[in-house]
C-alpha cells in the first residue's frame, strides 16, 4: 500500500501549499481533499493523523493546538505571516527579514484591530525606480 500512502500524502501537502498561511484540523484537511475533485482520493480521518504526525516528525509541518484544543497543522516553511515589499514601478519583490516581520506582526496586532494571518504586501519604489 506504499504507492497508496505516497498519493495520500501528496494529496495532503498540495492541499496545504494550496492554503498556504492557513492551518488545519485533521477533518477540515480531509474535507478539503475530497471537495478537490483533482485530488482522486478521500483519506480518513485515521490516515490523514497517520500521515500528518510523520510530516511533524519530518519537520515538513507544524503542529499546533487550537482554541478548542484541536491540533491543527501548517507547513513548516509557512513562516507565518511573511511580508514582502513590492515595488509598484518594476514589480520588483523583496522579502523582509523573518525576525522583523514577527516584530511588525506584533505591532499590528497591539495596534490594528485586524491581525493578520498570512501574507502582507507592503507597495514602496526600489531603489533602481527612485
Ligand atoms: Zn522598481
Sequence with gaps: MATYNTMQRAS???FLETNIGQAFT??????????????????SESTVYRIMSDLV???IV????????EYQYRLSNDSMGRISVRCKVCGAVQH?????CSEIIDELKKNASIGTDGDIEILGICDKCK
Design 57 to 59: 516528525k519530518n519537520g
Design 26 to 43: 485533521v477533518k477540515e484537511i480531509v474535507e478539503g481533499i475530497r471537495s478537490d475533485s483533482a485530488a482522486g482520493c478521500s483519506p
Design 62 to 69: 507544524r503542529r499546533k493546538i487550537s482554541q478548542n484544543r
Design 12 to 14: 495532503i501537502l498540495s
Design 96 to 100: 523582509i527579514d523573518e525576525k522583523v
